[in-house]
């Protein structure tokens, strides 16, 4: 199964700032990676996919990158809110269709 | 619509008890996905269901875990003679058959005294 590598030490950010999350991953490159956030006490809630013939995505404030290359996808939030702070998990596909490797996560807050 | 639906959202069990855990899909969704998160971990992938094949069980930690799916609807996720090192908590995800979002229920929080 891959290695997936997310920041362990959580990213404190002043808000309006952008917040830049990286997922490494090793061993075979994924058909497509997704982004997402997990609240205390909830499930995951799914951002973005991103295909492996796609270099980059957007919505909203959020734009993910999609290395396969470098075997690395970056995940940025632009003008960053306090209702930002959650942990952000990248998740690969496995080559099973539809399942998924998740990363540990990486602690994001906003303050103020 | 609905979302996802787990029970119980907590349960406590004493060691070498046997636990079920319940998990109604959003209707109409082929894939069901069963997770464990230990405290401050990522998900580690248990179990998989897509329509009417055969699960993909590779993730079951070992034989003491099962899971069901019903009429390709309701799972039940089984942990016979619980171990503290079971305490967790269950995610249960469904999707569509299409690669997807996963859309995640609230979990179950187990608690093996």
């Known amino acids: 199964s891959q290695k997936i590598e997310q920041n362990s030490e959580a990213l404190n950010i002043q808000e309006g700032k952008t917040a830049t999350l990286t997922c490494n991953y090793t061993n075979y490159s994924p058909a497509y990676l997704q982004w997402y956030r997990q609240d205390p006490g909830r499930g995951p809630v799914f951002l973005l996919l991103?295909?492996?013939?796609?270099k980059e995505k957007r919505k909203e404030r959020l734009k993910v990158t999609f290395d396969t290359t470098l075997k690395q996808s970056l995940f940025h939030i632009t003008a960053s809110q306090p209702a930002d702070s959650a942990t952000y998990l990248c998740a690969l596909e496995m080559g099973s269709w539809g399942k998924l490797q998740f990363g540990a996560g990486t602690q994001v807050v906003v303050t103020p | 619509g609905a979302g996802v639906s787990q029970s119980p959202s907590n349960k406590v069990t004493e060691k070498g008890k046997d636990v079920e855990l319940r998990c109604d899909p959003i209707?109409?969704?082929?894939?069901l996905y069963w997770y464990r998160q230990s405290l401050g971990q990522g998900l580690e992938f248990l179990i998989y269901f897509q329509g009417n094949s055969a699960p993909d069980k590779s993730g079951l930690p070992s034989d003491r875990f099962s899971a069901e799916r019903t009429g390709g609807s309701v799972s039940t996720l089984t942990i016979q003679r619980t171990q503290q090192e079971d305490s967790a908590v269950y995610l249960c995800a469904s999707g569509r058959s299409q690669p997807d979002t996963q859309y995640f229920g609230p979990g179950t929080r187990l608690t093996v005294l």
């Open positions: 209707s109409g969704h082929t894939a």
């Open positions: 991103i295909r492996e013939n796609e």
